[in-house]
T-cell receptor
Framework: NAGVTQTPKFRILKIGQSMTLQCAQDMNHNYMYWYRQDPGMGLKLIYY???????DKGEVPNGYNVSRSTTEDFPLRLELAAPSQTSVYFC??????????????FGNGTRLTVT | GENVEQHPSTLSVQEGDSAVIKCTYS??????FPWYKQELGKRPQLIID?????GEKKDQRIAVTLNKTAKHFSLHITETQPEDSAVYFC???????????FGTGTRLLVSP
């Protein structure tokens, strides 16, 4: 298993540009998440999904959109990039077994700079 | 919503010493408390977790304690080694799936 795969690893955007951060997992996990990590800070939840076709907002959703058309893929869309969106973005997934959730499996991250 | 505070922000110890990192949470309904280790430029990785029906959990040199009354939980690392140097994050969740709220992290430096 490749686990959680994120692309690209690095990206520089100009203000106002748009882009999609890709995330795919091959573990058949129901739950997927997008977090952002700013320097010296913890991870903040942007959006999450409990299954294909179902998404919901996290703590910091403004400026982002997501979709979950398949179990495997959970892309994150930035429509009008702003300097405040400069961050490292982590995608993660987890599964549910009985009443217990598995630990989060993180991807390697995408480092995004908006100038 | 949930708020997680983590202290200290930086911790320097000598190899072989113990290290303790503390977190407090605000939502008494939180029932899942994982700890993640993040090495420089790498992804966060789970090192240990505890659920609210357990007061303490150990895994070799790592232990986590939970005090639900006081709403705080701590990570204990004994016999620290240079490879323990990393940023450690605590987190809390009160939902059936892992909608985690993270602390701001502790940078642990273990000197030989």
């Amino acid at each position: 298993n490749a686990g959680v795969t994120q692309t690209p690893k690095f990206r520089i955007l100009k203000i106002g540009q748009s882009m999609t951060l890709q995330c795919a997992q091959d573990m058949n996990h129901n739950y997927m998440y997008w977090y952002r990590q700013d320097p010296g800070m913890g991870l903040k939840l942007i959006y999450y999904s409990v299954g294909a076709g179902i998404t919901d907002k996290g703590e910091v959703p403004n400026g982002y959109n997501v979709s979950r058309s398949t179990t495997e893929d959970f892309p994150l869309r930035l429509e009008l990039a702003a300097p405040s969106q400069t961050s490292v973005y982590f995608c993660a997934s987890s599964s549910l077994t009985g009443n217990s959730n598995s630990p989060l499996h993180f991807g390697n991250g995408t480092r995004l700079t908006v100038t | 919503g949930e708020n997680v505070e983590q202290h200290p922000s930086t911790l320097s110890v000598q190899e072989g010493d113990s290290a303790v990192i503390k977190c407090t949470y605000s939502d008494s309904a939180s029932n899942y408390f994982p700890w993640y280790k993040q090495e420089l430029g790498k992804r966060p990785q789970l090192i240990i977790d505890i659920r609210s029906n357990v007061g303490e959990k150990k895994d070799q040199r790592i232990a986590v304690t939970l005090n639900k009354t006081a709403k705080h939980f701590s990570l204990h690392i004994t016999e620290t080694q240079p490879e323990d140097s990393a940023v450690y994050f605590c987190a809390a969740s009160n939902t059936g799936f892992q909608k985690l709220v993270f602390g701001t992290g502790t940078r642990l430096l273990v000197s030989p």
